[in-house]
């Protein structure tokens, strides 16, 4: 089913603590990315990286981090200074050519309390 | 940067009916407009794209157009069948190779 994968499908996690989200591919791609979702807001670009051990800040970075030690491999780090982490967080990947298609995981809802 | 309106936000139609959902972008560098289905919980697929170097694309029920001069591009789903129903994003993208979303519009098809 796209050779993404996410973990965990839904996550809880009390305020004031950081919580990793998982994001692996098998498909080779270069270039992946982390989106956010919230309703009506449609997909909000946190962090893409284009190669290994390189990232880049999308339109809404603030309070999150990422790594890209492996090709296969782009984890999200949720920390506490993110103001509303509720959210549905989708990662991608792609070939790094233009018009290349995004291929998405299946996503985790993550909800801090 | 990229600057993508979706319309409309919410679209309801009968089965049988025709949808249209219409995209514009800001950037006349972008070159490549995907279209991704997502139902609920699920994660966005690709249903069809189109480049600049062409106006129209069909595959079955589904096609896009695309004027590069007024910089819109819409989705048409005709003979519209209940699971059709989903949120539909556009996107539009350019040089930076980043797609830029539209906010999505919900689609329900009523038996």
């Known amino acids: 089913d796209g050779g993404i994968t996410q973990s965990p499908k839904y996550l809880f996690r009390k305020e004031g603590q950081n919580v990793t989200l998982s994001c692996e591919q098998n498909?080779?791609?270069?270039?992946m990315y982390w989106y956010r979702q919230d309703p009506g807001q449609g997909l909000r670009l946190i962090y893409y990286s284009q190669i290994v051990n390189d990232f880049q800040k999308g339109d809404i970075a603030e309070g999150y981090s990422v790594s890209r030690e492996k090709k296969e491999s782009f984890p999200l780090t949720v920390t506490s200074a993110q103001k509303n982490p509720t959210a549905f967080y989708l990662c991608a990947s792609s070939l790094s050519g233009i018009g290349s298609e995004q291929y998405f995981g299946p996503g985790t809802r993550l909800t801090v309390t | 940067g990229e600057n993508v309106e979706q319309h409309p936000s919410t679209l309801s139609v009968q089965e049988g009916d025709s949808a249209v959902i219409k995209c514009t972008y800001s950037d006349s560098a972008s070159n490549y407009f995907p279209w991704y289905k997502q139902e609920l919980g699920k994660r966005p697929q690709l249903i069809i794209d189109i480049r600049s170097n062409v106006g129209e694309k069909k595959d079955q029920r589904i096609a896009v157009t695309l004027n590069k001069t007024a910089k819109h591009f819409s989705l048409h789903i005709t003979e519209t069948q209940p699971e059709d129903s989903a949120v539909y994003f556009c996107?539009?993208?350019?040089?930076?190779?980043?797609?830029?979303f539209g906010r999505g519009t919900s689609l329900i098809v009523h038996p």
């Open positions: 996107a539009a993208r350019g040089g930076s190779y980043i797609p830029t």
């Open positions: 498909l080779n791609h270069d270039a």
